[in-house]
């Protein structure tokens, strides 16, 4: 059972205009979320996090925001760059103790950002 | 700024041979993760180390194995490799006080 999921498989939206990426997770241990954007046949990247006593979280053109209640997090980016069109995975990973917690991801949505 | 480093890069294998892959993590990075992403499925989860202790363990097959050493790289030892084992193989690696993993460009295993 996945326990993080992007139920959107892809994504297109204009240049210049907003993309969100939507997640949605099951397991309420979980206490924080990553955003990683992924290039074919390369490392995923790092991209943003939260932590779970935070709804929001801003860099740049990015912002992640969290909705603990709904078990929900989303991806903002604004304005969408040709550049942006990637794989995009989000990620949680539960805490606890001394345990570093692995990092559970999602299926990804592939976002396409066209000029 | 230093990065992950996996090697090889790219690795072809044939049925029931062996393979190691090896990850170089981020200096002062204690914490080492396997994942494997197989042609259109998102990133799995295989196993985990902190402090040279193995921490968590996911859907490693019993062929694999892995382990951290004393200057923290990691290496996932792999036989009777299977056809089913051609993938992507990233490593990632973070810290106590940062919680972002940070991943390497990733091992191509072919099994031919």
């Known amino acids: 059972d996945q326990q993080v999921k992007q139920n959107s498989p892809s994504l297109s939206v204009q240049e210049g205009r907003i993309s969100i990426l939507n997640c949605d997770y099951t397991n309420s241990m979980f206490d924080y979320f990553l955003w990683y954007k992924k290039y074919p046949a390369e490392g995923p990247t790092f991209l943003i996090s939260i932590s779970s006593i935070k709804d929001k979280n801003e860099d740049g053109r990015f912002t992640v925001f969290l909705n603990k209640s709904a078990k929900h997090l989303s991806l903002h980016i604004v304005p969408s760059q040709p550049g942006d069109s990637a794989v995009y995975f989000c990620?949680?990973?539960?805490?606890?103790?001394?345990?570093?917690?692995?990092?559970?991801f999602g299926k990804g949505t592939k976002l396409s950002v066209k000029p | 700024a230093a990065g992950v480093i996996q090697s090889p890069r790219h690795l072809i294998k044939e049925k029931r041979e062996t393979a190691t892959l090896k990850c170089y993590p981020i200096?002062?990075?204690?914490?080492v993760y396997w994942y494997q992403q197989g042609p259109g499925q998102d990133p799995q989860f295989l196993i985990s180390f902190y402090e040279k202790m193995q921490s968590d363990k996911g859907s490693i097959p019993d062929r694999f194995s892995a382990q951290q050493f004393s200057d923290y790289h990691s290496e996932l030892n792999m036989s009777s490799l299977e056809l089913g084992d051609s993938a992507l193989y990233f490593c990632?690696?973070?810290?106590?006080?940062?919680?972002?993993?940070?991943f390497g460009q990733g091992t191509r295993l072919t099994v031919v």
């Open positions: 990632a690696s973070r810290d106590r006080v940062n919680t972002e993993a940070f």
């Open positions: 990620a949680a990973s539960a805490s606890g103790g001394g345990s570093q917690g692995n990092l559970i």
């Open positions: 200096p002062r990075h204690d914490t």
